[in-house]
């Protein structure tokens, strides 16, 4: 996107400056210290030390709400071991020509190299009463222990929101209270990930297990009665709870690089080297747009593998060794209240050609692949978990199916026989 405007002398005395310490962050300081060693590395991050681990915040789900948090790296010294400055402060703005960032406290810092790595933060829906104290995120680990210190087993929690965080969230607070009721706006459980068949089967699962699952509705206010919470519903009902919890979805914190000249849709746009449209800068993880593999389409593709490995070639290219990201893949892995679903490629009703599936509807088990050509574009899958790692790898390296189309077509959970085959084995 952005062309080369900085002379191409690398090596030594550059200058780096990090926007973020969460995983794409220190990733990206790492690559660059191994990189170059004698250049001026520093990562400034909103948060004291390392960002905590969202991905912990899944792995509270278990029921432990209130575990202590983990970080991006357990040592805190690890930086400064590899010589690179970590400041703990908030960037409030990026000159794109006088190459620096300006801090909260008004201190400005220059850069040869800039990278975007701040990460994205949780959407708040403009209803009356979301400022209230009794309604949360569980986006941070300090986001999950506050919940778990308001949430008992006899309190009513209403969430708002059945996508990927809301299972997440779900799973959490099933642990700590048997009344749960779940309000989506869309027809379907995590509507943007799974099919109708597959949210069909989840939302079942669930209900079975207690939770009261309402799709096509929105709360539309919240009002405090005495202690407890009145959530009006778009249809009219009232839903009395003791506590909200917000997982309507996450935005790419970039509202900062207003004015800056960075082109920005929902995140950074930023080419298959990582660098924006302005040269220079670079964006890596949730807060970067990157060009989807398959579609060539930009999305914020927001998995924390992802984010690394976008955080990597962005390093390589502002130390001066150039590198393409392949593409973003779009997968999740979601286990719901002991479910677990996966979401591989281009699943959606009218991508690829024919398609095959498997279904099991008494034993919540579903498997469907969609083709292009004799490769797999994309699959959706519940209750099945063998085959998620080759599903995967078909999906990913797109792998030439041969023959195994037919044998997929007629037997679709023969996907490990045909990876091996088609990609482990092959020797042509
Ligand atoms: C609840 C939850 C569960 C998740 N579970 C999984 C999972 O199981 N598997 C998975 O792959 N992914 C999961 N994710 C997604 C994963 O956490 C993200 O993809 C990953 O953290 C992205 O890394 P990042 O470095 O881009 O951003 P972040 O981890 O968000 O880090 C960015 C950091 O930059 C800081 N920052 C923002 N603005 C500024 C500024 N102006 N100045 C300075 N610092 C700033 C932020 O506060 C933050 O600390 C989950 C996310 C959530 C919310």
């Given at each position: 996107m ?15 400056v ?22 001026e ?40 071991r ?23 406290d ?14 994205s ?112 519903i ?17 935005q790419?914190?970039?509202?900062f ?22 040269a ?22 927001a ?8 955080a ?18 779009a ?7 002991g ?17 095959a599936?498997?279904?099991?509807a ?7 692949l ?19 790692a ?15 189309k ?15 085959a ?7």
């Amino acid at each position: 996107m952005g062309t080369a405007r900085f002379p191409l002398s690398f090596g030594s005395g550059m200058r780096h400056v990090i926007i973020g310490s969460g995983p794409a962050g220190v990733v990206a300081a790492e690559t660059l210290r191994r990189l170059d060693p004698s250049a001026e590395i520093t990562v400034i991050g909103d948060k004291a030390g390392f960002a905590q681990s969202t991905v912990r915040t899944a792995s509270r789900s278990r029921g432990a709400l209130d575990e202590t948090p983990s970080c991006v790296r357990s040592d805190a010294d690890h930086l400064a071991r590899l010589r690179i400055e970590l400041r703990h402060s908030r960037v409030k703005a990026i000159d794109t020509a006088a190459c620096s960032v300006t801090l909260a406290d008004g201190r400005v810092v220059p850069y040869d190299r800039a990278l975007i790595a701040t990460g994205s933060r949780p959407v708040r829906p403009a209803i009356v009463g979301i400022d209230l104290p009794q309604v949360f995120t569980c986006w941070t680990p300090a986001d999950a222990q506050a919940i778990a210190a308001v949430v008992s087993p006899a309190a009513h929690v209403l969430q708002m929101g059945a996508g990927f965080i809301g299972c997440i969230a779900m799973q959490a607070l099933a642990a700590h209270t048997a009344r749960l009721t779940v309000v989506e706006v869309r027809e379907r459980m995590l509507a943007h990930l799974l099919d109708d068949v597959a949210g069909g089967l989840i939302r079942r699962w669930c209900e079975d297990q207690g939770v009261r699952i309402c799709t096509g509705r929105r709360v539309v206010a919240v009002t405090r009665s005495g202690e407890r919470l009145r959530a009006e519903i778009d249809d009219g009902e009232i839903i009395e709870a003791d506590v909200l919890i917000n997982a309507t979805g996450g935005q790419p914190n970039v509202a900062f690089l207003a004015g800056s000249g960075i082109a920005l849709d929902r995140g950074v746009l930023v080419d298959a080297a990582m660098q924006s449209s302005v040269a220079g800068v670079y964006a890596a993880g949730d807060a970067a747009e990157a060009i989807e593999t398959g579609t060539r389409r930009r999305r914020v593709n927001a998995i924390q593998p992802d984010a690394v490995e976008q955080a990597r070639i962005a390093a390589l290219n502002m130390a001066g060794h150039p590198a393409l990201l392949p593409g973003t893949f779009a997968y999740n892995i979601l286990d719901t209240l002991g479910l677990v679903s996966a979401s591989f490629g281009q699943w959606q009703e009218g991508a690829g050609g024919e398609t095959a599936q498997l279904l099991e509807a008494a034993d919540y088990r579903y498997l469907r692949l969609v083709f292009s050509g004799d490769r797999l574009l994309g699959a959706n899958s519940v209750g099945y978990t063998e085959q998620i790692a080759a599903l995967r790898g078909l999906i990913q390296e797109r792998v030439s199916l041969g023959e195994w189309k037919q044998r997929l077509s007629a037997a679709p959970l023969q996907v490990t026989e045909a990876y091996l085959a088609r990609r482990l084995l092959a020797t042509d």
